[in-house]
């Protein structure tokens, strides 16, 4: 991949349209990459900028770990399906993390975005989750393990700043 939009005073993401999990997810590890690099003429600092919020990254201690334990999960994926659902793992570990919930109450948000409702489709209903997982009960152990092994170096490192519609 390539680093790009790298102005001054950070490296700036956009999307023109309302943040998701994966959004996050791909600037976090972008943000990683760019503090890999270590240059005094780089920044240290990542912005996505969405339609309905900006996240923001500051430096982050030890960014080869981080990329390393991602890789980890990389690999594991590529050796048998991973258990890990963009926006459901989100759902879970921002509940988990951010909110202080329960186990329980973490899993109920997860389902709700596993399952979606009346005005969205969730995650169970994409064709590909359906022929890997069918019969499978997958918020279990695994899947929160993995929710918060994914999502919590980026709930850590970034804030949410809301933007004024």
């Given at each position: 991949g390539e680093l790009s939009s790298i102005y001054p005073d950070a490296m700036v993401i956009y999307r023109l349209a309302r943040w998701r999990p994966s959004d996050l997810l791909n600037a976090f590890i972008r943000h990683l990459a760019l503090n890999t690099i270590r240059r005094d003429n780089l920044p240290t600092v990542?912005?996505?900028?969405?339609?309905?919020a900006v996240w923001e990254f500051d430096a982050v201690p030890d960014t080869k770990a981080i990329l390393q334990h991602y890789l980890s999960f990389y690999w594991q994926g590529l050796m048998s399906p991973l258990?890990?659902?963009s926006r459901?793992?989100?759902a879970y570990a921002s509940k988990k993390i951010v909110n202080e919930k329960s186990d329980q109450d973490a899993l109920k948000e997860a389902l709700k975005a596993w399952l979606g409702g009346y005005t969205h489709h969730g995650e169970s209903a994409?064709?590909?989750?359906?022929?890997c997982f069918k019969d499978m009960?997958?918020?279990?152990?695994n899947f929160a393990s993995t929710a918060l092994g994914i999502y919590a170096?980026?709930?850590?490192?970034?804030?949410l700043i809301p933007v004024a519609s």
């Open positions: 990542t912005r996505l900028i969405c339609k309905d258990l890990f659902f459901t793992s989100f994409d064709a590909y989750h359906r022929i009960d997958i918020l279990n152990e170096p980026v709930l850590a490192a970034g804030r």
